[in-house]
């Protein structure tokens, strides 16, 4: 497989994508965004710092993870209609 770099979060299974996408649903609050990803605040601090830093790269994963995800759910739905119909 290939060796990706992708930007994760120390100590979380989170992608910083991913703590960034929560942070944007949150209205752009870090406090909510925390308490809703059960994080410290000042870990999603770090992901909104690291990401300022670094956001062509985090940008990048996420598309490559969004569509990875978009096609596992377009199979899936393929599969259940079939099932289905």
Known sequence: GSNTQRAALVGTRLDIWQVMDTVRNS????AQAAEYLN???ARV???VRYYAVNKEE???VAGREIAASDRVEAAW?????????
């Open 27 to 30: 209205g752009n609050s870090v």
């Open 39 to 41: 994080l410290p605040v």
């Open 45 to 47: 601090e770090a992901a």
């Open 58 to 60: 985090v940008d990048r």
């Open 77 to 85: 739905r393929a599969g259940e209609e079939i099932l289905v119909g």
